[in-house]
């Protein structure tokens, strides 16, 4: 009797440690233990570490101060005519969509250290993609890869353009995409776009970031 009592306590232990492992109490898909912003707005797009991108929030208050935004429009900040957005892209080429042509609804999707798995934090990333071509079916998109500056250049050349193929293979196999349209390329560690000093800076350089051009 005595054992099959210990048996049901450490079983309860274990359950109760495991629910606790995977609590997430501000429901942005990043249990707490690995959380580091824990209170995080619902629906918010994070990064891997459960934070908001510091470097996007600007960009969200001054589309939330504009009286004209609509998110139905994910972004067309230039026009929802995708002809007219067509040909003003065909003049800046491979820009990217953080700039005027397309605004910034196109946020790069981010990745733990040293892997490429796309995290569920990252979906609704796609799902905008997804939706912004199919407004805008002239354009085509060039993934771009970026590692953390840990590691060897061949190492984080791999890495790079896998985490680009990762999630080429997504937007193909899961929101249909015509394979055709999407180039990848591998940019290893070496176009930052914070310090590799910090943790917070390696976060914000493990991502994909997305190219937009005319085709």
């Not at 820009?95 to 979906?123: E, M, N």
């Not at 993609?129 to 970026?146: K, M, N, T």
């Given at each position: 009797?005595?054992?099959?009592?210990?048996?049901?306590?450490?079983?309860?232990?274990?359950?109760?440690?495991?629910?606790?492992?995977?609590?997430?109490?501000?429901?942005?898909?990043?249990?707490?233990?690995?959380?580091?912003?824990?209170?995080?707005?619902?629906?918010?797009?994070?990064?891997?570490?459960?934070?908001?991108?510091?470097?996007?929030?600007?960009?969200?208050?001054?589309?939330?101060?504009?009286?004209?935004?609509?998110?139905?429009?994910?972004?067309?900040?230039?026009?929802?005519?995708?002809?007219?957005?067509?040909?003003?892209?065909?003049?800046?080429?491979?820009?990217?969509?953080?700039?005027?042509?397309?605004?910034?609804?196109?946020?790069?999707?981010?990745?733990?250290?040293?892997?490429?798995?796309?995290?569920?934090?990252?979906?609704?990333?796609?799902?905008?993609?997804?939706?912004?071509?199919e407004q805008h079916p002239q354009v085509a998109i060039r993934l771009e890869g970026h590692t953390d500056n840990i590691g060897s250049d061949a190492v984080n050349q791999a890495l790079s353009l896998k985490r680009a193929a990762t999630i080429k293979n997504l937007l193909v196999n899961e929101y249909q995409f015509?394979?055709?349209?999407?180039?990848?390329?591998?940019?290893?560690?070496?176009?930052?776009?914070?310090?590799?000093?910090?943790?917070?800076?390696?976060?914000?350089?493990?991502?994909?970031?997305?190219?937009?051009?005319?085709?």
């Amino acid at each position: 009797m005595t054992f099959v009592r210990t048996v049901t306590l450490i079983l309860i232990g274990c359950f109760i440690c495991t629910a606790h492992a995977w609590v997430d109490t501000d429901f942005d898909g990043v249990p707490d233990k690995k959380d580091a912003c824990n209170d995080t707005p619902i629906n918010s797009i994070v990064m891997a570490n459960g934070c908001i991108d510091t470097e996007l929030l600007v960009v969200d208050e001054d589309a939330e101060d504009d009286a004209e935004f609509d998110e139905a429009e994910l972004g067309a900040t230039v026009t929802n005519n995708s002809a007219l957005i067509a040909e003003q892209c065909r003049q800046q080429r491979d820009v990217s969509v953080a700039v005027d042509c397309f605004g910034s609804i196109l946020l790069p999707v981010y990745f733990d250290f040293d892997k490429s798995i796309v995290l569920l934090t990252q979906r609704p990333t796609l799902v905008r993609v997804q939706q912004y071509i199919e407004q805008h079916p002239q354009v085509a998109i060039r993934l771009e890869g970026h590692t953390d500056n840990i590691g060897s250049d061949a190492v984080n050349q791999a890495l790079s353009l896998k985490r680009a193929a990762t999630i080429k293979n997504l937007l193909v196999n899961e929101y249909q995409f015509q394979p055709t349209s999407i180039e990848i390329v591998g940019m290893s560690n070496k176009n930052p776009v914070a310090d590799n000093a910090t943790i917070e800076g390696r976060q914000r350089n493990r991502r994909v970031e997305f190219i937009i051009s005319a085709e």
